[in-house]
């Protein structure tokens, strides 16, 4: 395999929330640039699963490896700090730096059966029919997690003037995204996004965010929903191996960018070659 298929051999990257979806999918499309990716989450084959859901992190570390890349399996809760630190400490001492980061954790619909949380409250039920909990649950998996993660590995790309955090949530451009809480927790982690692009620009590093369309995930498939997904978890991934593989990637620092609009933009095409439009929610 030539250098030109192989962009990101030689790039150290760590995909957070790993263990299937979206975070999946960016592992996998990192591994098939040539990129080494340490790979995250919580379900795994020696212990607990979230969900009781059959796929784990080192499932998709494998799938790194077959892809063409190196894949590095770790276990770790991203909303616990210690557990934060000590994989950025792990990363830091195994390889010398992490020039990519994609955090792809989120929680938020952890429970969910389809129709209802474990709080009894529906999807889209008006907010004063939602137990605020739920927002804690949501912000902790979410923004609060990404923070973690953001915050450790910040001073070693700061001191080297380089690198790239990529947050991973789902931007309607204003639009209402149907459901209070869904919609406040996928707002903040935007806002951290913005707030990271502004701080970070000086010192060389640049934080982004990646919004994706309807995906064709483990879950929207056992569903039954995958005539509705738009799109695959490569998708994500090639835009996100485009990012890393632009020198001149800080032009987007702060923003979130849509998969559909990158793919135009880079020439990728999902997994089928098709280039999916963005996707809006219906007015």
């Given at each position: 395999?030539?250098?030109?298929?192989?962009?990101?051999a030689g790039r150290?990257?760590l995909?957070?929330g790993?263990?299937?979806?979206?975070?999946?999918?960016i592992?996998?499309a990192?591994?098939?640039?040539?990129?080494t990716?340490?790979?995250?989450?919580?379900?795994?084959?020696a212990g607990?699963?979230t969900d009781?859901r059959q796929e784990?992190?080192?499932?998709?570390?494998?799938e790194v490896?077959?892809?063409g890349?190196?894949?590095?399996?770790?276990?770790?809760?991203?909303?616990?700090?210690r557990?934060?630190?000590?994989l950025?400490?792990?990363?830091?001492?195994?390889f010398?730096?992490?020039d990519?980061?994609v955090d792809?954790?989120?929680?938020?619909n952890e429970?969910?059966?389809?129709?209802r949380y474990?709080d009894?409250s529906a999807f889209?039920?008006?907010f004063w029919r939602?137990?605020?909990?739920r927002l804690?649950?949501?912000?902790e998996?979410?923004v609060?997690a990404?923070l973690?993660l953001?915050?450790?590995?910040?001073p070693?790309?700061?001191?080297?003037?380089k690198?790239?955090?990529?947050?991973?949530g789902f931007?309607t451009a204003?639009?209402?995204?149907?459901?209070?809480?869904y919609?406040l927790?996928?707002?903040?982690?935007h806002?951290l996004?913005?707030?990271?692009g502004h701080?970070?620009?000086p010192?060389g590093?640049t934080?982004?965010?990646l919004?994706p369309?309807?995906?064709?995930t483990?879950?929207?498939r056992?569903?039954?929903?995958g005539?509705?997904a738009?799109?695959?978890?490569a998708?994500a991934?090639?835009?996100?191996a485009a990012?890393?593989?632009?020198?001149?990637?800080?032009?987007?620092?702060?923003q979130?960018l849509h998969v559909?609009?990158?793919?135009?933009?880079?020439g990728?095409?999902d997994?089928?070659g098709?280039q999916p439009?963005r996707?809006?929610?219906?007015?």
């Amino acid at each position: 395999m030539s250098e030109r298929d192989r962009p990101l051999a030689g790039r150290i990257c760590l995909v957070a929330g790993a263990s299937r979806g979206l975070g999946r999918g960016i592992a996998r499309a990192l591994g098939e640039a040539g990129a080494t990716v340490i790979v995250t989450g919580r379900s795994s084959e020696a212990g607990p699963r979230t969900d009781q859901r059959q796929e784990t992190f080192e499932d998709a570390a494998r799938e790194v490896e077959a892809a063409g890349g190196k894949g590095h399996p770790y276990r770790c809760d991203h909303t616990n700090e210690r557990e934060v630190d000590g994989l950025v400490s792990w990363c830091l001492r195994r390889f010398g730096r992490l020039d990519g980061v994609v955090d792809a954790v989120w929680g938020g619909n952890e429970g969910y059966d389809g129709e209802r949380y474990p709080d009894g409250s529906a999807f889209g039920a008006p907010f004063w029919r939602r137990p605020v909990a739920r927002l804690g649950q949501s912000f902790e998996s979410g923004v609060y997690a990404q923070l973690l993660l953001a915050r450790a590995v910040a001073p070693a790309m700061v001191q080297m003037r380089k690198g790239l955090i990529v947050t991973v949530g789902f931007d309607t451009a204003g639009g209402y995204l149907g459901d209070v809480v869904y919609d406040l927790a996928q707002a903040a982690m935007h806002r951290l996004t913005l707030a990271m692009g502004h701080e970070l620009k000086p010192f060389g590093v640049t934080a982004l965010g990646l919004s994706p369309g309807h995906v064709l995930t483990e879950r929207v498939r056992d569903a039954g929903l995958g005539t509705e997904a738009s799109e695959t978890p490569a998708y994500a991934g090639r835009a996100v191996a485009a990012l890393l593989h632009d020198a001149e990637v800080a032009r987007h620092a702060g923003q979130v960018l849509h998969v559909a609009d990158l793919a135009r933009d880079y020439g990728f095409t999902d997994r089928d070659g098709s280039q999916p439009e963005r996707f809006s929610i219906p007015s």
